[in-house]
């Protein structure tokens, strides 16, 4: 396995968050293979992006290969991976992922033993990963993260996003057909 290179990133928001299904991400360490990804790009009226630039949205107008981490509802923290064009300010929500590394760590940190639910959600996902505004634009390239190529291509089931109200009717929800550990069954 090898890792992605920054070139991954600096690509179509849909293609990445595609590709992205399959990849293992690790945080010092902990984590597991993403298995459901959403797109969300700057001409996107449910994208924090769509109204232009501020300081909480700031890391998504810069450059791909970084995360943008941002509080959700005040209470969960959801991660997304910057990608496409410099400026361009589109963004990759991570879902969730099947937990393979650090499982006792990750188990601590969310107070549960089921692995179908340690990192099935966003902010599941981040409280397991010990992920919070603190790595918000962090580059993806460099420790604490490692994110290795997938080993083989998975059936990639679409569908709507979840949990928004604008642009309901775009299919940008990618997932890794029957896992048991998406947040949401297709």
């Known amino acids: ?100 590394a650090g499982i006792e760590r990750m188990e601590e940190r969310r107070g549960v033993t089921k692995r179908a639910l340690l990192c099935s959600g966003p902010g599941r996902l981040c409280q397991a990963l010990g992920l919070t505004g603190v790595q918000n634009g962090l580059a993806l390239a460099h420790p604490p993260f490692e994110l290795w190529r997938r080993a083989a291509d998975p059936l990639i089931a679409t569908g709507p996003r979840i949990g928004i109200t604008k642009a309901v009717e775009r299919r940008w929800r990618f997932g890794w057909d029957g896992s048991k550990f998406l947040s949401r069954k297709f």
Do not use: K
């Open 1 to 100: 396995m090898t890792f992605l290179s920054s070139s991954f990133y600096a690509r179509d928001v849909l293609d990445v968050a595609r590709d992205l299904i399959g990849v293992t991400l690790l945080v010092d360490g902990v984590g597991g293979v993403i298995v459901e990804t959403e797109a969300y790009d700057r001409d996107d009226p449910a994208s924090h992006s769509f109204r232009g630039q501020t300081a909480r949205n700031a890391v998504m107008f810069g450059p791909p290969g970084h995360i943008y981490i941002y509080l959700s509802y005040g209470m969960h923290w959801c991660a997304n991976v910057v990608c496409g064009e410099y400026g361009r300010a589109s963004v990759v929500l991570l879902r969730a992922i099947e937990p393979i």
